[in-house]
């Protein structure tokens, strides 16, 4: 195969590893989106929280003496995820339930008001430098020819793309086929109307918000581990990236966000690696517009029809 | 017009209320120098080494008896190292009736905060921004003791070309004011002495991943990258390099040149390639001062400490040899006169920039120190 070729492949892995991301985050944004048809904005901290739990748990783990590297990912992960999904459930109780009932404008500059919170509350605690985490699993695949251009897959790559597919299955699942999915099916459809046949729609949407911040929570940790440093600003620009990546699939849509991540994050990869890195966000976001224009909600979202 | 003349009126009863508060402060027997800097924010570290430096400067000076009979006053502006903010406590340093600043930090803060000192007679020394917009302005209250970036670029552009001497390289910056100024004039440089450029590229502040961008790099097989920015791009950029198998040899500024490169990078920063203002700690004639600051369990060795010292320094010799605070009367007698300071005899030329200052190449290690490659 010529060299092209094997860039082509890279550029393309890149792509879709930074994509995963985006899209572990985005289902976080398009859930609470379908059911109470708010965006939280605070969600991108949630992320961010995530992170520093893990390493948390790592640098204690590290003061211990444990240096099991399997122990330490399922510590991290399993820490995190519980700590987050605390955070993604008293979020929703203190900021937005009060609010559900107001104007959807006042709900959202309370998620705008957390989010700013949640940035200082964790500068003010961990302090604003960059915090360094350990790369527990390094190493990868190289193919291609010895002495010109060779494409790499790391671990941590695989690992990112295993565990987003394997999440949005698990989720898809659980909102297509269990009795609680269900719940958050007819949530989304009128939650007024749910109330009335005798859902506990405060469950469904306290649940919603769990789940998305235990994905999040996911997010973080893989990504923390991966580009190896955080700082309580990682949140804002992944959260943006992410909503970007929810409304560009068509938000409220779960298969939506995945792919709106995936196509978000090879436009960018590819804009960088044939253009210039300098105008990738440009890119991107001229492409979101251009979809937006010509199918405005989004690539697999439902039109919405207009409640009177 | 009545509305008019009420604006007139509110602008004339403020400024008698400035004016007043204005009066007690200068009945205050101390001298309020403000620093001014990121206390918080990503290069928060650099912001520290600032203070660091001009802090230990008040406190010798107050030890023998201060400025003029006064005691000087240390007051700390946070700017975060946002142009924005910047402006903010700029306009807040003037409201507070503080006619002498040491700062900011970052070029791109210090740009929109020296246009209000100039309009505001307020003298400000900068002793980390390497700019050389900043001083461009032809402004005679701006001052700064440390390098320009375009005498920053050469160094490394002239390492480069001499001591390198690579078939093709790539520079990168990070599309500010600081850096993407330095990686222009390294180009310029290494170009002129015939190395083939093969790339000259942006990278996004604040980006995570550089995977694409070095898929690049390796396509276009450089042998060496100079980076233009601070150290938390970098430091990502060198451990994805190492990670995606491209091997080749990085080169920074001085923004890049603190611990945390390595705590990001680990084993990635060994070999990198610094820019930084000679280690003043290292000089024998400051072994004093660096004891001062091993006493007070304060961290010598940044790039910024001994500049910061020295500007709080001149601020004061020039206070003594006027035997006045009036910021204009100093401005003046800066630029005549030269000063012993623990960064050398340092004299000013008609932009308020040093007249002799030098950049030394070092070699950084995984384990946060470095030593000179070029002296």
């Known amino acids: 195969m010529p060299e092209s070729v094997y860039y082509f492949i890279q550029q393309l892995l890149n792509g879709l590893t930074v994509g995963s991301t985006y899209a572990l985050i985005a289902i976080g944004y398009t859930m609470v989106y379908g059911i109470i048809g708010m965006i939280n904005f ?50 929703e109780r203190v900021a937005y339930r009060p609010l559900r009932n107001s104007n959807r404008l006042i709900a959202l500059i309370s998620a705008i008001g957390m989010s700013i919170f949640l940035q200082n509350y964790v500068r003010l605690a961990q302090g604003s430098r960059d915090i360094a985490m350990p790369s527990l699993i390094t190493g990868g695949w190289a193919f291609g020819p010895e002495d010109g251009f060779q494409a790499t897959v790391s671990y941590m790559q695989l690992i990112i793309f295993v565990v987003t597919f394997v999440s949005m299955s698990a989720l898809t699942l659980f909102i297509s086929k269990s009795k609680m999915g269900k719940a958050c099916r007819a ?108 199918k405005p909600t989004g690539i697999l979202g439902k039109p919405e029809v207009e409640k009177v | 017009m009545i509305k008019k003349i009420n604006k007139t009126l509110a602008a004339i009863a403020i400024s008698a209320a400035v004016a007043s508060v204005a009066g007690v402060a200068q009945a205050a027997d101390t001298i309020k120098i403000a620093l001014a800097g990121p206390v918080t924010g990503p290069v928060a570290q650099y912001g520290d080494m600032q203070f660091t430096g001009a802090k230990m400067a008040i406190d010798q000076i107050n030890k023998k008896g ?38 900011h930090l970052c070029s791109s803060s210090t740009q929109p905060a020296s246009d209000i000192y100039e309009d505001e007679g307020i003298m400000m020394v900068t002793a980390a921004s390497t700019s050389p917009d900043i001083t ?8 700064r003791t440390i390098g320009l970036d375009s005498l920053q670029g050469p160094t490394a552009g002239k390492f480069i070309a001499e001591q390198v001497k690579p078939k ?16 222009t004039a390294v180009k310029n440089v290494v170009e002129k002495a015939g190395i083939d450029v093969a790339l000259f590229e942006g990278v996004t502040p604040g980006d995570k991943d550089f995977s694409a961008l070095i898929a690049k790099l390796k396509k276009e097989k450089v ?96 206070m003594k040899a006027t035997n006045s605070e009036n910021p204009v009367k100093v401005a ?37 120190t470095k030593t000179a490659v070029s002296e």
Not at chain 1, 64 to 79: E, N, T, Y
Not at chain 2, 169 to 183: L, R, W
Not at chain 2, 269 to 280: A, D, I
Request: with cysteine.
């Open chain 1, 42 to 91: 605070a969600h991108g901290e949630v992320y961010m929280i995530g992170s520093y739990i893990a390493f948390a748990v790592l640098a204690a783990l590290a003061m211990m003496g444990i240096d099991s590297v399997s122990l330490m990912l399922v510590s991290a992960f399993v820490i995190s995820v519980i700590i987050t999904s605390t955070y993604g459930f008293a979020i």
């Open chain 1, 187 to 294: 949530c989304a459809e009128d939650l007024g109307m749910t109330n009335l046949l005798g859902i506990d729609t405060n469950k469904v949407i306290s649940l919603t918000f769990v789940i998305g911040a235990a994905l999040a929570a996911v997010a973080g940790v893989l990504l923390g581990i991966y580009y190896g440093v955080i700082n309580p600003y990682i949140g804002f620009m992944a959260g943006l990236k992410a909503f970007t990546a929810a409304v560009l699939g068509g938000i409220g849509s779960i298969p939506g966000a995945v792919l709106g991540g995936l196509i978000l994050g090879v436009t960018e990869a590819f804009t960088a690696g044939y253009f210039s890195s300098e105008y990738k966000d440009v890119v991107a976001f001229s492409l979101l517009i251009l979809i937006l224009l010509f």
């Open chain 2, 66 to 103: 201060g400025v003029n009979g006064k005691q000087l006053e240390a007051v700390v502006y946070d700017d975060a190292c946002d142009p924005k903010q910047a402006v903010a406590v700029a306009n807040k340093i003037v409201n507070d009736d503080i006619s002498f600043v040491v700062g």
């Open chain 2, 136 to 143: 461009d302005q032809g402004y005679e209250m701006i001052f």
């Open chain 2, 168 to 183: 093709r390289m790539a520079v990168i910056h990070d599309k500010q004011q600081y850096g993407e100024g330095i990686a």
């Open chain 2, 223 to 318: 042998e060496f990258i100079y980076y233009g920015g601070y150290h938390p791009e970098l430091g990502l950029i060198l451990r994805q390099s190492a990670e995606k198998g491209l091997k080749a040899k990085f080169m920074g500024p001085e923004g890049v040149g603190n611990k945390d490169i390595s705590a990001i990078a680990g084993k990635a920063s060994e070999g990198l390639l610094v820019t930084l203002p000679k280690s003043f700690d290292k000089d024998p004639e400051n072994a004093q001062l660096v004891a001062a600051f091993k006493a007070k369990g304060e961290d010598a060795t940044g790039p910024f400490v001994f500049p910061s010292y020295s500007a709080v320094q001149i601020m004061a010799d020039g």
């Open chain 2, 332 to 368: 003046k007698t800066l630029r005549s006169q030269t000063f012993k300071t623990p960064t050398g005899n340092l004299a000013f030329d008609a932009k308020g920039d040093l007249k002799d200052f030098s950049f030394v190449v070092y070699n950084w290690h995984a384990d946060g």
